[in-house]
């Protein structure tokens, strides 16, 4: 999490070029929705691609400027900028503006802000420096109570906007805290859950629902024989 090694800053790489990998891969698809045969001026800043490769440009400088800062302030401030952004995603239920159904924009001189996007910033500060923390382990279901606590608030928030398809960035969280230590049978459970509310709206047929839950308590069965086996050999 927050570490350093002289000038080192110990980044992901692979964390890294996934990010960059996605970035392009985004980039492609606005590409290719706006690409029309014969079309100029599809590289222009005012266009969708344009306006994407200035994003994009400002986030890399944000990224270089970011890890110049000493990784104590963030780890300092990592809470009180949590604290911000959850009092601006309160204030936009009633101060912000409504566009397209949601109201999840400050409208200031003439400028949309979405805080929804700062949220996520905050809340990657705010679980770093908790799961960076000496001591603290998602092995044990108290810690794992207050991480739960930090994703679910702005998740709450930004849904009561609503704005789901922000709201639903926030559930990668989950990949980040199965990588430090949360027990798999979360994913599992929730997992089970969500196929089970798939297959009742697919069909009105009980016997499908028994069928799966079946092949489900197998697979566990299996899994956890498996498990204890290797314990004892």
Sequence with gaps: MFQKRGIDRNIDWITL???LALVMLGWSVIYAVEYREGQEGLFQLNSPVGK?????GISFVAFFIITLIDYKFWQTFAFPIYGLTLLSLIGVLIFGVEIKGARSWYSIAGFTIQPSEFAKFGTCLAMAAYLGTVGNSLKQFNHQ???AGLLVAPFILIGLQPDMGSALVFTSFLIVMYREGLPGIYYIIGGTLVLLLIMGLMTDDPRYIWIFLEGIGVVWLS??????RNLYV
């Design 223 to 228: 899994s956890y024989v498996f498990k204890q």
């Design 17 to 19: 070029s996934l990010y």
């Design 145 to 147: 109570l207050v991480a």
């Design 52 to 56: 994407q490769i200035i994003w994009s």
